[in-house]
């Protein structure tokens, strides 16, 4: 339960750093920007897979590029959802969901299966051999 409040804030931090650098995306405060963290999120959990699978040709053919329109439209359905989370236009929305993607990738990656930050402490045990 930890863990997936831990990435909820994640994906809330995600959506308020791509509103400050992407301008066609506008949050009016955190419990905006917390509220479209969770329906990004259960969108994500239980509509996305199912889109894949309808549009697996147009992704095949184009080499998998075509996620990020699905990846967009999700953004913009969230959009109209809650009213202090807006994005304008579609290519905001491309842009805007391939930078959450990235810093929500990027801070998770530090999250374990538990909930808890993870690192991996390495000792030199001489010439080019290292243990945990």
Do not use: C, H
């Amino acid at each position: 339960m930890k863990g997936i409040f831990l990435r909820w804030l994640i994906l809330t931090f995600a959506i308020i750093v791509t509103s400050y650098l992407i301008d066609g995306i506008q949050v009016s405060g955190f419990l905006s920007a917390f509220y479209a963290a969770a329906i990004l999120g259960i969108l994500n959990a239980f509509f996305r897979p199912i889109l894949l699978i309808l549009t697996l040709p147009v992704n095949i053919l184009s080499l998998g590029l075509f996620t990020f329109v699905i990846n967009a439209l999700m953004l913009m359905m969230v959009s109209g959802v809650i009213s202090g989370f807006k994005v304008y236009g579609f290519w905001s929305a491309v842009f805007g969901s391939l930078l959450i993607s990235l810093v929500s990738w990027l801070l998770t990656s530090f999250i374990s299966e538990r909930g808890t930050v993870q690192y991996i402490d390495l000792k030199n045990v001489g010439g080019n051999r290292w243990e945990r």
